[in-house]
């Protein structure tokens, strides 16, 4: 295929995928109740009609929570927004702190950033530290799923099977992509990596040594990222002032017999659990990260 189709191509890809993102609607951070809150904290009922803050909703008196823990003011937390000092400049990269979105400006409604994707039923932060955007990084993690030597083909869809490391999260027993919060400063393509070798190889346990032969073995995977998508995630602990968004990037081997094939996966940190996952439609995952690893496979022209 000439040059120009591919970048057509590209883009096209690009192009829907921003769209998805910001006519997302959000129905995981809509449950009956906030994570986090002892099965206390009800979430004010909306229904998808009325999520959309364009649609008036004169009975919406959602419940304000914020975990005690994000109140004492750990590191990673903003301050109250009724605390004078706190001045923070919303939609602008503030300090270290990266308060822009990636899907454009965000409303500030009476001093409080306001969830471009509508009404969740809950006002505060809940369990994040920022208001506004919560800034992650996922490493979509993939290979081929192979049986005596060969990819093994879907006899339905006819089409090879692709397999993504996936964690076990502690929080809430689900299976997710090993990601994870990017630090004030620190270049998302760091968090990527980081964040997989934590969880997914325990790497917060690893000796010095230990840590640089296998960070010398995920060199050249971790040097061809592929961007898949930035924007809204539809997260649990979202609320209406405070709210999730990832840039997720693919790392993939194509060698069948390569680095991925031979790695040890060991959980770590935040995971309790982590293995090789067959990517397949039926997979139930945390947050909107099916949505995610369906796009890897759309790229891959893999078994969906
Ligand atoms: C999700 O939460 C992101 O997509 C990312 O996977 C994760 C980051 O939060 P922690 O795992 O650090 O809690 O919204």
């Known amino acids: 295929m000439p040059n120009e189709k591919v970048l057509l191509c590209a883009s096209l890809i690009l192009l829907s995928q921003r769209a998805l993102s910001s006519t997302m609607m959000h129905t995981k951070c809509r449950g009956k109740f906030y994570p986090r809150g002892n099965n206390k904290v009800i979430r004010f009922s909306v229904p998808d009609e009325k999520v959309r803050w364009a649609v008036p909703f004169p009975e919406y008196a959602p419940v304000s929570f914020t975990t005690a823990g994000i109140l004492a003011g750990p590191s990673f937390a903003d301050p109250d927004i009724s605390e004078t000092l706190f001045k923070p400049k919303w939609n602008e990269l503030d300090g270290n702190v990266d308060r822009r979105s990636h899907e454009g400006t965000y409303e500030v409604v009476d001093g409080y950033p306001r969830n471009k994707h509508g009404r969740t039923g809950v006002m505060g932060r809940g369990c994040l530290g920022r208001w506004g955007p919560n800034h992650a990084a996922d490493p979509v993690v993939t290979r081929w799923k192979i049986e005596n030597e060969s990819r093994v083909i879907n006899p339905v869809s006819k089409k090879p099977v692709l397999q993504f490391v996936c964690i076990q999260r502690k929080d809430s027993g689900e299976w997710a992509i090993p990601g994870g919060m990017v630090d004030p400063g620190e270049k998302v393509s760091s968090t990527l990596r980081r964040e997989f070798e934590e969880e997914a190889l325990d790497a917060l346990q690893m000796t010095a040594e230990e840590r640089q032969i296998v960070g010398q073995k995920l060199k050249d995977l971790f040097e061809q990222g592929k961007e898949?998508?930035?924007?809204?995630?539809?997260?649990?602990?979202?609320?209406?002032?405070?709210?999730?968004?990832?840039?997720?990037?693919?790392?993939?081997?194509?060698?069948?017999?390569?680095?991925?094939?031979?790695?040890?996966?060991?959980?770590g940190d935040d995971a309790k659990s982590v293995k090789w996952m067959d990517l397949d439609k039926e997979l139930e995952l945390y947050a909107s990260h099916k949505d995610i690893v369906h796009q890897v496979t759309l790229q891959h022209g893999a078994h969906w």
């Open 228 to 267: 898949i998508y930035a924007g809204y995630i539809d997260d649990p602990r979202n609320t209406d002032n405070a709210w999730m968004e990832s840039v997720a990037c693919n790392f993939h081997d194509e060698d069948l017999k390569g680095i991925l094939h031979k790695l040890e996966l060991k959980a």
